[in-house]
Structure formats: structure tokens, C-alpha cells
């Protein structure tokens, strides 16, 4: 489901996905196929857009840009991208002042030929890698943690190239799904935890395609095959085909379940199952743990939309369209000095009357962040005539940050860390309100419940985020589990490598 | 409800709405306020921009441009525009060479001062009028027919320029909703037969709003107050506040009903009705005449989703969102040469097969024109699994092109126009088909069914399209009505005067 | 010769040219050849370009923009203007607000066709021409005053059109050397007193160009012909090939001096004579009649070249660079806030210590206008370690502004109408300074001197600038013509009359 | 002096400077001084420009643009750059696919702080350097020679910074003058050889400036002190002041005479020499060596503009302006596909009939390296009316490729290198023809004369240029030295280490 304020940063309450990749193996068109998997990946970046192609003699050609796919590539960029195999990438950022050097795919010049690499995920132990790198002579030029990637590498003693890549990525902690193109080469690799969803298709002609989801390949008409597995590399040339390898590290699967409950489109199989059918079950268990009586149960669009049909198919209560998104919000709005309340969620959401008014509404969104969009809601709900505001969130309350590729705010900015279900109720403003219940969460996704991360609901993290030392302080103790230990001791050191193991108690 | 493939010419099967204006009175943030509003109305043409806006010494600037509201403008661009007063237009057009020019408002220096002027509408006697004008030595510097209303009162002897504006508007025949504004006023005027909306509103320090939808109105904060009526002219100033005056002809109105069936947003008030309920009844009805053994109601978004609704609710079948609309379709995409079956509409509409697999599915749409689309759109869900595929349309059949500010195809390439309903059944290859009837339609609208102009779907014009000679043949005699003419006679000139007659008769 | 100073107004001190024309008749690349010519006369105006093209079957394309002629056109540009026959224009202007609409040519549309116009010169009459035509009705879109003619013609009862064209030139009054383009022919137009030059010329196969200057004939390898005389109407079309038609008023001819003085390229033919040839001869007179004993000659660059060289020569003395003018100078350049001394003319002339350190100079300049730029100049000579620097000017010194075509600032600011030579010699700060006389400079010309306008330098106008009220009070009394009348009376209109003969007497 | 046909490659034939540095020191203002230095030293490159400015806390800023200086910078860029220490580059190059990543200054971080550099110059051993550095794990991120200075800085294991810059420096062969910058400190440092220039200066606020040329220091009002001497390093920062290290070679300095003859402004101070006063004696040189009876002394504008004075004056015939040069040559310019004879040159240069008719011409231009354009100008001179056309060159013929920073066509595009003068003479088709004897040179320079590098004219190379082994072909034996060796051995390795010695002897 798509970011529903995309592009106004003061206005947005969501968590934001960091990445979507795509690799294309074995098809004349590769990096036409690449620009337009990267059009269906457009939700989970909208700041930068590459693709890098593979020419038949081994020249790796690259065009990559600022804004949305559609912005950066055309005819004459495409053309300067011939060949068979080809990756992209599409890029969420902290927009930083040159941000251009920042978009990936980035390349690299080895002695024995060019590689490049797209990431989605984020490396816990970057700031550690490129010091030690840097004291050997490595010269970085972007402030990206994926580039560490393409320095080990570049160091690394082993050959072939691939012994090379299997080397450095055995160096990297936390989440990585990544595609590597070489001369004659594609390489998908997912870290052992799998943190991030990364999966293999088929088209009709034979052509190989990864990407970060399967609406991707639906848009180029490839065949969903299976998931690219944690800890696995994928492999695929010429002469052997697609090949798989294991990194040496198996820890339990800690698969991002925010990708349900936010993240991927609705048409998309992640992590092996519907998106949409997640969510449709998120609204159900809502309605069936939290019902309340009321007219109408309506979304916050799009991405409140499947958890809210849910949710009135259960109570069988009217679902109606209360809300209705604009499609032209652009990148800046300008707003009269005289000042308009709520003013960037009126830009993109309008409120119907002819829905709301004398109605009691049950109104449904995916999450909430810091709440301060929710409380705009409700204020515009209740302007519009709605005589009660019942809200209805399809996952647990977010209470910790997360390390692992989603760019959430520090702790002290998310409304649950600091206050009860109550307290923001009232901070919100509406009549009453129910989260999902960390319990029902786990319950619904049975025997797979111990294969996902929940670090932003618990705050236990699978793999400690040490990398990040400033953030570290968002720790939190929720009593969920007696053995959490001092912040500058041995935890840290010890969840990384027996994370999986102290939250399969936990999770079980 | 906003184009759902907007952009993309080759795949687009909808009638498309020619303009949205706005004037504000009395605001010290006049044009600001225009730019929010025509944001609000950008769903009503997205080629071009403009706004107009008189400085307190009566200057009158303008800044007008090619592109989206949110790329025409930007801080600097509204600081050029000062004053307490402003107009301002957003244009569909079919992309002429030289577009910049033909952007509105337009602007005219007079003797006595300057006027500019924003049109939403379509002058059916505009060739003539402009040939009558050069005649006599007036430069036309645009291709647009609004152009000949500034000439209208350049050439009008009358004194003072209300007098003048009201000579030149009783010269023009067909559709036009009109803002002008002068170095100290504001005048808003809609022709006798009222075919496109114009309404008025206040805000809370009294600014007067003049805007095409109400949508307008609640984003910027004012208060609908009522519809300039059906040839009426409002005129508006700080001396006499606002003082209404009429042109002298008075037909029964002809509101254009496809304003509540596809052109307007479903949270506006046009013609004094809700659009969202409109759609919703025409669901209903579709449910009640139409229905059908299945699983689930689709809509296909975001056109269909509130008849979908109606539908789904009056069915007692379960609502479901089939279809997810991309938000990120730009202006081109370029397809690979191998092709992609149905390129244009997957770009934009991704099937969920979690929704479909294995179900019967009834799919609402708002209208069907040439009929590519609604075949690309059941292919596409079957291919994603769905069995059976009932198509419900909630308008009837277009016949016959409108003269009167809407692009519809010529009358050949209108489906409805070659084949019956079940021949397009079978062309678009759903299991069932059915569109709302006309008469439940006029049956719907109860009393105020003589005030809608149903020429797209009739043939019935109430004001002869004379001056589009070349498109003339598309007049239809479907049966309705007896008293059709020869098209080289006295019917066309005696519609342009009685044309409301005919029509009474033919509505009751 | 070029403008020195381009693009840098604050420290330019020249007065300016406002335009250059052209136009091709029957050559299979007009627009191109339009384009190359316009290059060729890029140095009579660098803010706008435009071409208007015809095509075989009678469509005028037009492309105009703002900027050099190299910015505005490119391949797929040009390739927007086929057809054998074109007009172009060079624009220099007063930058206002909307200056692309006022780039010419421009084209208007009549009942019988279409009509362009490109013009070089100015009209005194246009506010009292543009206030008729409003009255009656007529809506000007443009603030150019070549504006008015299109509307002249549009409101003439005469045929064919080129009835028209001559019956609205013999309405104007002032400078106007023009090219016209329609359907099928070619028109050029020069005023009764041929103020402006404008010349014919011929390729080999046959085209025949119409252009400001004759450099322009030979970047485009025409050979040139003969001047378009004052008072001429020259039509080119397939069927007649070239006719020559007479405005109706036969005055003495008064071409501008300062073409040859400054605004035209040495290598240039005007008025039938050799622009470099007259330069040098200014040098000549000036070390014939002003000369001082001195160790090296040296020209300010580019307009002073010619005639250093002049002086150089007849005074045996040796001429060096001793100022190097940059060839990089943009449209602005940034100065520290700290302040560079005299920072606008050090940007563009660098001074040769080799060549001035301990020498007396003679530095040779075309004419000092306000006095700013000679000032920075002496100083920089002398900082760069001259001993002497004697100034001696190419022309008499300006005391009245120009009305016909040649923008000079408001005699307030001319130094030459405040001070005397020793005033302006102590005020620039050099040791001698020397003007070239006007006696020395009309017996230069001998029997042509009658044919020359020397307004600038004595205030004589041939034709009374009454249109433009506010700059009368430029007019000043220099004692040479007992004959001066009352603002308020029938000089203006006397003059506009006779004024050929008032300034033959004076003149001679 | 500025290169005659900038940006049009086809009809230039001349060879390139490849880059102009500078550094500003404790200056308030230093970006905005390091802006206008670059603008002064914009004929030395004009394919992309670059400053980096350090913040008072050691933040490197960096801005780098396409094109010229006055395009890559505004107001908003410069206040990107604040900081009291600063450096500057301009960019001749190649033009690449990817050039916005080569344009200099290049930053890179280390693990102990930034570094910036710029570079003139050429690295002759940047092959090998490379590769050494990439088997190493070294990635590289452009195509540019400089950046193996960063990463030698990289991998350096000196303390302090200002030790790992010299280590790097003493592992380069060839030309380099370059500016570094760090968070305290500015760096200058040129080659052993000296190849390309270098100069102190200082502004009366006590501010350090470097810069490639001397008339940089002109503009921002610095007194010239001092070159930099070949093989000094000088390190500025607050603690010390200016402090002079030096590299470990100490070579007979080869500084590059091309300089003299064309490269730099004719108002520099460029070795210790007034190039003003080096062309001026060229010119003398050749008018007494190879004078002939002529009516008129004309320059190619503007490189053989002194040296044709010289000419001139020592010939006792007059110096005229024959030829003009356009100012508004843009990138590109499209020719009519019908062709107009030696149009590239037309463009820029017009030549005049008044000077050139029936005249015997002697034409001065400062080298020829293809002929081409000596073809067309001396066509162009003819067709213009000269009856006799002899053409005088201001520098021995070119026979040799340069490595050391300057682009020249390989030996078998230059014209000496496959003709003898007669040979050129017939080609060009010129009646006479003389270049300035290498002997004459060396004796007009006098005891410096073994201080110069004349490669191109003798082929003799004073640091071999194995890096690039497909040009070393070009090396050519003029049997002025019998030790040439052959090419797969010892000579190159030895005279990379003796170069200095072997050139001694020859030049002597």
C-alpha cells in the first residue's frame, strides 16, 4: 500500500519503507523490464531511482536520478542502458544535501572488472565497517551504509567474484536484501534473518527476475517461483544457471512483518502470503476484539483501506468512503500566512458529509506513529458531522525504533512509547479507540509467528542495533521479558548472535 | 471523482471535464487562496494553470502555465500575484502546439482599464462570432473560443464595463461559467441554461468565493452559500457588496448530469444535490434492475468506488478493492517493444488475485465510452482468477457527443453509438452487462429531471452545435422524439431558441 | 562593432541599438539562413530572437524566445519552421516583466490570412495610434509598439493586403525599418527619413535577403545589392519576383550617423558606406585635430579599435593592447561584499602592465555617454602605471536623447548636456581630453552630410518626438537654430512636417 | 589569451589547455574571491568549474558545475560555500558521458578529516598508480588522474596530514600544479619540473592567494609575490603562516613555453616573464627573420593579436583589424544541409573588405597544429580581395604530442609532423609562409632557455610518457639528440629519471 502522504514530510504519521530492488536476468529488454518492476516498487521510495545494465562485452551503464521513476528515466535514458541483464533500485532518504551521489545502484571499478549493487535493508554495523575500511586507505564517497558492501569487496583476497561478495556479506550485520550485477552475473542475496522480503519469478522467455515484491513481476508478466530464502545467494549466469549457496550463519527468520501491516502493496505475496488477506484479518480480529456500535466504518486511504473492509464485513456495518484522497498533492504546498487548520491533511484527504454527517464512524488506519495525523482526522471527521469517532488501528501500538531498514522517529516521538491507550485516545480526540493486539497478531499468523520481527511493538531486537549508538537509548523495557540487560553490557554483544533465541521465547 | 488515467491518452476511456475556475473577493491572500482552491479543482483539468490578481492600485498581474497547479506555482511565483482579489482557471485541452499561450485566465487592456476572464464551458457560436470580430478588425491571439468574449466587450459601446461584459455575454450561445475580474470587482456569470456548475460561498471574514465545485469552498475554509443561478450575473464590490443582475433569455436549465456521474468530486455539492449520494443511488438502482448471483462488488477505482458501494450495499455482497490504482503514473511510460499485454491499463490497475480467485464478480464502472478500457479491465480480471465478470455501468449508453465543455469522442468511435448492449457485452468480453436505464435515471432525479441536459445520451441538443459544423453528424434520432429536422434546416436555428422546449417536452 | 559591456547594465556606459531584422525569399532553408543572419547580427540586440517561417501551403510557424540567438534556436526548433520564405528579428529591450510576449515577430491572423512583422526602429506616434484603435475596439496584447501596426492593417478597409501595409506605414511616424511575411510574399518597408538602415541582397540561387547589415549578407554568402531606400515598399513574391512601391512623403533622408559611429559591425556596408572606413577616418581627424605627444595609442576594445587605429597611424605613435577585453562575461557576476574598486569594468577589461607602465597614452573610445565607464578606465590605465592618459572620443559629444530606435538615457544623465569638455575631462580624471568635432565630422561626410540625422548631438529632430511627452523636456537650445518653439505649440507639429528642412539649414 | 573557436571542436586547431587552479586564504569572503580568480582564469577551461570552501569548524563544502563559471555559480550557490579558506578549479576536458563526476575540486574523507584538491596538470604514471592502488581494495570513482593523489593521501601511513601529501607527491610523474584544501589548511604544490605555472599573492588584508596565472591575482586585487617554485610545497594555515617544504627531485625545472606562445593571458606574469612582452618579440622576431613586402600586418584574432603588433611595428607597416571575431559563437551552431563554405570559421571570424582589398597581407597567428584552420583563413582573406596572402606564425612548428596537462591531436593529425614548411605553405595555400625558429626562441629567452619544456617542437621528453603507451609512437627523433633508444626499453625508464639531464644537454 502506498505512503498516503508521500512527499510532506510535516504532515506524514508513518513509518517509511527505505527501498525497493529489482534484478532482471537473460531478456533483451532488461532494463525496460527494470524501469517498469521499479514503477510497481515505486511506493517504497520515491526520492531516487537507478537502473544499472550489463552490455553484451561487460560495460556496466548506469542512469540513475532524483525524483520518481517516471521523473528520471526516459526514452533517451533507457537507450543509454542496452544489454541482458540489468538491476534497479528506487530510494527513500533523509534528504541530505547531495543527495544525488547517495541514489543507487551504485558501481564500482575492480581490477578484474565492475560490479553494482542495490540494497534494501540497513546495516547495524556500517559506522564499524567503514572506519576499519577507512583506516586501511578506503576512500568513501557517499555516506550510503551500502557502499561498505562494494569496499569489502574491493579488499577482499578470495576469487572469484563471488567467493568475494559471499566474503563481505558475511561481514555485514542486520538487513540486507541486495542484487549484484556483474559483467555476465546477477547475485541476489538476503541476510540470515531475512529481514526484508526479496523474491525470484520466471517470464515466459526463461528471463530470471528478482525484486522486493511480487507485484513487480505481475507488472512484467514473470511467474512468482519462491522467495529468495534468508541467508540464501542466488547466483545466475550463462553457464550453470541459477545457483544457490548458503551464507554460514542460520539463525531463526525474522521477517519485517510491517510489510503486512503497512508497507507492501495489497496485491503483493510477501514473506509466502497475501498481503491483502493479512489485513482483511487485521480488521476482522478488530472488529471482533474491539466492536463498537456504530453507522459507517470507514478507511483512512489507501493504506487503512482492506483492514477497514474487514473490520465492516465483520460488524456488518456499511463501509463507505468518508475520506477522499487527492491524487495531485505535490512535493511543496504553499499555504496562506493567515494559516488553515489542519492544512496538509486537508490537501490530501476530504472529508464527505453526505457520508459523515449525524453518523457514528468507526474509521480505520494501518498505524500510528506520533499521532499528531490521527488527531487532525478525527477533527476533520468530526467538523464534517460525525457524532462519534471510534478509531480503529490494524497492529499493535509502534513503542521502539527500527533498525533494519525503516525509518521510523526516535522513541521519544512515538505517541505509545510515551502514553497509554487512553491517554491518546484523548490526545487524538475521538471517542474511543482499540489497537490489535500483540497477542491476536502473533495468534493469527500461528505456527509462522516466531519467524517475524516485532522489535518496533516489543523493543526486543533480533540483531543489536550497537551500529547506531545514539539511538540505542530507545530501548525499552515492556516487561514482556525478564532477561533484557544493561545497555552497555553484554546484551547488546549476546543478541547478536542469540537474538533469534531470545525472542523465540518471547514469541512463543 | 478524478480521471483514473489521467496522462495517458491511448488508454483513457472517459469523457474529459474542460475546466475548473475560482474568484475570491476581498481576501488579503487572494491569490493563495485561488491556488488552494484550484488544487481543490484539479481533478478538472490538469494541462494548465493560471490566476489573475488586481493589485490595490488596480494593476492587474498574472501568472499562467503548463503543467499542474503544484508545478505552475511556487512561492515566488504567488508573490508576484498581490491583492485582495483573484481569479483563477485549471485547463484540459487537446494539446495544441503552441499551449502556453492558450492558458487562462486571459487578460485584455480596454481604454478604461484592463478585465480578465477564467471559462469553464464551450461556445457553440464562437466561429462565427470570431469571424464577425476580424471582420471588422479584431487580432485574435489565441486559438481558444473565450478569446471572443474580451473582444465581445472591447468592441460593446456600452458604459460602465458591467454593462459591457452583460451586451457581450448575451452575443454568446452554449456553455459558459465565468469569472472576471477588474481593477475593482469581481463578476461571476453563468449562461441561461446553466450546463456547468458555478457556485458561491463566504468566508469567515466575509471574502466572497466564487468556485465551479464546492470542494473548493471546504478546502480553503468557506461556506457554500448557494449556485449563481442559471443566467445570472453576480457582481461583486466594495461600494455595492454583491448585487445580482440577469441576462435577458430564460430557458428551463440544463445542468449537465454528468458532473454527478463522473466529472465532479463524490464530496462535492453540484446543483445543489450531493454527488456521493447520486453515485450511490445509481448503485442501488443498478443492484435493484441489474442484479446478479456473485461473490464480490469491485469498483473499478476511483470512478466507480461509491456506485460500487451503492451496489454492494443494496446486494447484501460483500465490497472488496479488486483493483489498486498506482499513484505514480506520470505523463509517458514507456513500454518495451516486445510489449505488454494491456500495457496501459496494468500500469495503472494492479488485480488482486487474493480478491478474485475463484469468484463471480460484479465490477462497477461510471460509464464506458469507446469501450478499450472495460475490455482491457475483464481481461485483466480473469487473467487474475475470477470466474464469471458482471460489468454494471451507473450512467446509460453515450451516444452522441457534447458540445458544451466536455471531450468526447467523435460519435463514431462511441460504442453505444455502433453496437447494443449485448454486442458490447460480447466486444468486451464480460459474462453480463448492464447500464443504468435513462428512465430510472429522470425517474431518480424526481422533479428536478427536467433540468439536466441528457444530450450525450439522447442526442437531444438544447442548444443547436452549429457551429461545429463537421461534427453535427453525430446528432442521433433514437426514437425519443418526433420532431427532429433536417440537418441543413430550420431545426438547428430554432433549437438555439426553443431548444429547452423540445427538450421539456421530451424529459416529461 | 559589438556592445562592449553586453549583458552588464550597470556599467555599461553606450547607448543602445534596439534591433536587427531579416528576411528570405525562396531559398529551400530560410529559417536556417534567418537564424545564421540573425547570428551575424546578434550585436543589435541579445534579449530576444525570434523566426516566423512559411510553409508551401500558406502556415506561418513561429519561434521565439529570450536570449542569444544560439539559446533560443536548435535543430528540432528550426525543424519547427519549414518552408521557403522567413523573417527574423533580433530584440533589444528594456527587460519587463512578461518579456517573452513581446518578443517579435509577431503574427496576427485576418480574415484573409495571416501576417508578420519584424521591426527595427521606434515609433513616436504609438501612444496616440494604440489610444485610437483601443477606442474602436481593438485589444492590444503586447506593450511593443510595433504592435500597432498589425492592428492598422487589421482595421484597413483596402485589398489586397499589400494595399494595407502601405496604407498603415503611412499612418506611422518615426523610425521603422520593418520585414513583413504572409502567405506568399515578402515585404520590407524603410520610413521616409530611412533611419534605420536595411539592404538587399541575393544568394545564387536566386533567394533574395532583406537584412540590417551587410554582414549579415555575407555569414549567408548573398551578395549584397542595394540599400531598401526611405520611403521604399519593397514586395517579393513568386509571380511579380521583387517590385518597388513609394510611401507617399519624400523628405530628406536622415540616417542615423551612430550606425557608423558604434552600433554597426565594422565589416558592414551602411547608408553605402564602409563602417570601418569611417572609423578610421574619425582616428585620423581626431590625431589630425587633437593630437598630444605620446609613447603608445591604445583603443578601449571592441568599439574604440578602429578608430586607435585611425589615430595610431596618422600619428605615427605605435598601437598595443593595452586593455584585454574578457570574452566570458555572463548575464550577472557576483562581487564580495567587501567591494572590489571600479569591480564591473575590471570583469570585462583587463589592463597590460607591459604595455602602459610608465607611458603616456592616447586610449581612443567611439563616445562617452554618461561618463562612468571612462572614468574606471582612466583610473584603471593609470593604476596599471601610465604616466599621461589623454582620452580622445570617436564622435561630438551626445547632448539629446534618441526617440528613433536608439535607447540613451534622459539628458539629465548625459555628461556632455551637464558639463564642458574641461568638466568632464577633470570629472573622468585625465590629463587631456579631446571629442571629435561636429564641424570636423559633417565635412567628413561632405556631400551626404545633409542625409544624416544628428539629433544626439545637436537636439534637431527631424520628426518631433511628441508621442513620447514625458522625454520633450529632453529638447535643448545649443544655439545653433534660432528657430526653436514652444513646447506647447506648432513646432511639434511644425517639424514633424518640415523638420527635413529646418536641419538642412542647420546642417549645411 | 583566449582560445579563438572555443566550443566548437571541428573547426578549432588549437591545442588545449587542460585546467586553471586557485586558493584563497583568510579571507572573509574566499568563495566568492575563488569565483572571480576562476572567471579570470576561464580561458584556460571552460567545460566545468568547482570550489570548495571550508567552515570555520572544518566542514569542506563543496559546489561543482558544468559549463562556465558564471553558469555553474549564483548567489545561492556561493552562499553555500562560506568559510574563510578556499580553493578553485576550471575544467577543460574530453567531453565524457559522465562528466559532472570529473569536474574538480575532488573531496574525499579519511579517517582523520576531508581533503580537496584541484590539479593542473597531467599524470604520466596515473595508469599504473591505479592499478597498484586497485589491487589493494582501492575503488575509484572517476576517470580523472587526480584522483590517485587522494588515495595515495588514503593509504599513506604519515601523521601528519601534511607528510602523507608529500608522500603521495614524490610517487607522481609528470605535470601537476595543485591547491589542496583542509579543514585548516591550504596546500599548494608544483611539480619538480614545473611544467605548468603556479604564483603567489597576497590581498592588503593580508589573505594568501594562489592561482594558475597572475591576472587572477589582478582581479581580486592581490599583489603578485612570487611563483611557486618547482618542486616547493607551501602549507598556510593560522599557526604558522606560510611555511615551504620541498619534494625530494630536484630536476632542471621544464616549464612549458606554450604558455608564453598562446595558453595564457597576454596581461599575465607567467614564469617570471611578461607574456604581453614574449608574443610582442615573436612577432619582431619573425618580421625580421622572415619579413616581406606587404601592405597591411593583420592578426588572427585574438591569440596573434601582439605578436602582429610586433610584427608590425618592427616591419614599419600598418596594423590593421582584418579580421573580426564574433563574441556570440554559442556550443553549437547548425549549419544549412546545403552547406556554406568553411562555415565554422565564417562564424567566428568575418573578415573586412575595406582592409583586405587589393592589399598584400601579412597574417599573424600564434601556431598551427592541423592547418585546417590556416586553410580557411586564408581562403577567406582572399575571397575578401587580398592579393597576396602571407601568413606568419609566432612559434616553431608543433611535432610532438604533450603529456604534461596540454591536449594536442596525435603526431599524425599534426600538419608539421607530416610536412615541411613548403608542404604546409602549398596546403594552406598561402604565398609565403614562416614559423619562429626554434633557435630563435631559445636565444630570445636567453639563460632561461634551459628552463623550458619544447616537447612539442622537438619530441624531446623530459619525463617519459609510459603511462600512456599508444602515444609514445609519437615520439620523434629531429636528430637534434643521438641518444634516442628504442621504445620497449631502457630510454623510458631512464629518462623518467634523467629526463632533466638528457634535455640539458640537447637545449644547450
Known amino acids: 500500500m502506498i505512503s498516503p502522504f508521500n512527499n510532506d514530510d510535516d504532515h506524514d504519521d508513518k513509518p517509511r519503507e527505505e527501498c525497493g530492488v529489482v534484478g532482471i536476468y537473460n531478456d533483451p529488454e532488461a532494463s525496460r523490464l527494470c524501469y517498469l518492476a521499479l514503477h510497481a516498487l ?48 528506487v530510494r ?37 565497517l567503514r572506519r576499519e575500511l577507512e583506516e586501511n586507505g578506503s576512500i568513501f564517497g557517499t555516506s550510503s551504509d551500502t557502499e561498505v558492501v562494494l569496499h569489502l569487496i574491493a579488499v577482499s583476497k578470495k576469487r572469484p567474484l563471488i567467493a568475494r561478495i559471499v566474503e563481505a556479506c558475511e561481514k555485514l550485520k542486520g538487513a540486507y536484501s541486495m542484487v549484484f550485477i556483474t559483467e555476465d552475473k546477477l547475485v541476489a542475496v538476503r541476510d540470515p534473518y531475512g529481514f526484508r522480503p526479496l523474491v525470484m519469478g520466471r517470464r515466459s522467455n526463461g528471463a530470471i527476475v528478482f525484486a522486493s515484491e511480487t507485484c513487480a513481476l505481475d507488472l512484467i508478466e514473470a511467474t512468482y517461483e519462491r522467495e529468495v530464502m534468508p541467508g540464501e545467494v542466488l547466483v545466475v549466469d550463462k553457464k550453470d544457471g541459477v545457483q544457490s549457496y548458503c551464507l554460514s550463519q542460520h539463525p531463526e527468520p525474522k521477517s519485517c512483518i510491517f510489510e503486512h501491516i503497512y508497507f507492501s502493496m495489497p496485491n503483493s505475496i510477501v514473506f509466502g502470503m497475501s498481503v491483502y488477506e493479512s489485513r482483511r484479518m487485521f480488521g476482522e480480529i478488530l472488529a471482533t476484539e474491539a466492536g463498537v456500535d456504530c453507522d459507517v466504518v470507514i478507511p483512512v486511504p489507501d493504506s487503512g ?15 463507505q468512503q468518508g475520506l477522499i484522497r487527492s491524487h495531485y498533492v505535490g512535493r511543496t504546498f504553499i499555504e496562506p500566512s493567515q ?41 476533520l471527521l468530526k467538523e464534517a458531522g460525525a457524532i462519534e469517532v471510534h478509531m480503529r488501528i490494524a497492529s499493535p501500538p509502534i513503542i521502539a525504533s527500527c533498525y533494519y531498514g525503516v525509518d521510523t522517529p526516535n522513541s521519544e516521538e512515538l505517541i505509545s512509547n510515551r502514553m497509554n491507550v487512553e491517554e491518546i485516545r484523548e490526545f487524538i480526540g475521538c471517542d474511543s479507540l482499540a489497537f490489535l493486539s500483540f497477542d491476536s497478531l502473533k495468534k493469527m499468523l500461528g505456527g ?3 519467524g517475524f520481527c516485532y522489535a518496533c511493538f516489543s523493543g526486543k531486537y533480533p540483531v543489536a542495533p550497537n551500529g547506531n549508538v545514539n539511538k540505542v537509548v530507545d530501548f525499552v523495557d515492556d ?12 546484551w547488546l554483544q549476546g543478541s547478536e548472535d542469540q537474538g533469534q533465541d531470545l525472542n523465540h521465547e518471547e514469541d512463543n
Open 42 to 89: 515505486q511506493h517504497r521510495g520515491q526520492e531516487g531511482a537507478g537502473i544499472v545494465a550489463a552490455t553484451r562485452d561487460g560495460v556496466l551503464n548506469s542512469v540513475t536520478g532524483v525524483g520518481l521513476v517516471s521523473e528520471v528515466f526516459n526514452e533517451s535514458k533507457l537507450n543509454q542502458l542496452p544489454g541482458s541483464h540489468a538491476i534497479g533500485h
Open 92 to 128: 527513500y532518504s533523509t534528504a541530505g544535501q547531495s543527495m544525488l551521489k547517495n541514489v543507487q545502484p551504485f558501481v564500482a571499478d575492480y581490477m578484474h572488472g565492475r560490479v553494482g549493487v542495490a540494497h534494501n535493508g540497513n546495516l547495524v554495523n556500517y559506522e564499524r
Open 305 to 319: 483501506v482492506v483492514a477497514a473492509l474487514g473490520y465492516a464485513e465483520k460488524a456488518g456495518v456499511p463501509f
Open 339 to 379: 494559516g488553515i487548520r489542519d492544512f496538509g491533511v486537508k490537501l490530501k484527504l476530504a472529508p464527505v458529509r453526505a457520508v459523515l454527517e449525524g453518523k457514528r464512524v468507526v474509521v480505520v488506519d494501518d498505524s500510528i506513529v506520533r499521532g499528531t495525523t490521527a488527531l487532525k482526522i478525527v477533527r
Open 448 to 450: 509462522n509467528s516466531g
Open 479 to 490: 516487561g514482556l521479558n525478564g532477561s533484557i540487560q544493561s545497555i552497555d553490557g553484554g
